[in-house]
């Protein structure tokens, strides 16, 4: 059974840093895409960044400059965003995923991954 397992969360304070880590198990995910997205209290989930099977990056509007998503190699089984100069805005839980389909680039869309981990709690104090 494939599964998603996230760490790293927890408080900081705005400007400080976080480094989240997402480990995948039970098959083999180097031909897949695997994405972050983060989900606010009241609002829907949303994409952060995400991280193609060949080191292909793309990132929301929000998280570009600040965050950078990378991907263990050779496993890829791990992938990371280091979170930098975070903002109260940036609270959320945040979510792992793994694409779908192989050998596909990166998506936007939630619809798209078919593996979640559980989440973490990212709290960004003022």
């Known amino acids: 059974q494939v599964q998603l397992v996230e760490s790293g969360g927890g408080l900081v304070e705005a400007g400080g840093s976080l480094r989240l880590s997402c480990t995948a198990s039970g098959g083999s995910f180097s031909g897949y895409g695997m994405a972050w997205f983060r989900q606010a209290a009241e609002k829907e989930r949303a994409f952060v960044a995400g991280i193609s099977r060949t080191g292909g990056t793309e990132y929301s509007d929000s998280a570009k400059g600040r965050f950078t998503i990378s991907r263990d190699i050779p496993g890829k089984n791990t992938v990371r965003l280091q979170m930098n100069s975070l903002k109260p805005e940036d609270t959320a839980v945040y979510y792992c995923?793994?694409?779908?389909?192989?050998?596909?680039?990166?998506?936007?869309?939630?619809?798209?991954?078919?593996?979640w981990g559980q989440g973490i709690q990212v709290t960004v104090s003022s």
């Open positions: 995923a793994l694409r779908r389909t192989p050998y596909w680039g990166i998506s936007t869309s939630r619809d798209e991954y078919g593996t």
